[in-house]
């Protein structure tokens, strides 16, 4: 009689025991931090890390920081807050933002308008954002995003709650 190997019964235990408890939005309640998440686009990197209050009244507020290097040129950092919805749709997190403030840019060149236009101009081309959740455990989240509104912007990020 063959055995199986230990390796593959562990993951199995282990797989079912994590889908047999669903998600609920209280799960999700408090301040998060995410990040550094680092998307790569065609001779650029931004690295974005967030915190994201999550309130049992459906609302969030967060604040990011985005920092975008490209080769032969200074680093670029931008800083933002939000606020928004959210709702947990099965093991999808959906937020829809409702306001975005520019905060700063490292690089002075770039003034509180021209950044608020940039951000507002965002914000009418995408409003709602869609995460799936990968992996929860109380206090880590690896999700990715569902329906990315460009490529590079489709890759995991993780979050610990703070």
Not at 36 to 53: A, I, N, Y
Not at 114 to 126: H, P
Request: aromatic share 4%.
């Amino acid at each position: 009689m063959r055995r199986k190997p230990a390796v593959a019964i562990l993951l199995v235990a282990a797989s079912s025991a994590s889908a047999t408890t669903p998600l609920r939005p209280s799960d999700l309640f408090g301040t998060w931090r995410c990040g550094p998440t680092v998307l790569q686009g065609p001779g650029f990197t931004v690295t974005v890390t967030d915190e994201t209050t999550k309130l049992p009244d459906g609302t969030f507020t967060g604040h990011s920081r985005s920092l975008i290097s490209a080769p032969g040129k200074a680093p670029l950092t931008l800083e933002d807050r939000s606020s928004g919805t959210w709702e947990l749709v099965g093991d999808v997190v959906r937020s829809r933002i409702n306001h975005v403030e520019f905060l700063s840019a490292s690089d002075p060149s770039v003034t509180k308008d021209a950044g608020q236009k940039a951000q507002d101009d965002q914000l009418a081309r995408k409003s709602v954002y869609e995460s799936r959740i990968l992996e929860f455990n109380g206090t880590h989240v690896r999700s990715i995003p569902v329906n990315a509104m460009h490529k590079e912007a489709a890759v995991e990020s993780t979050c610990e709650r703070i």
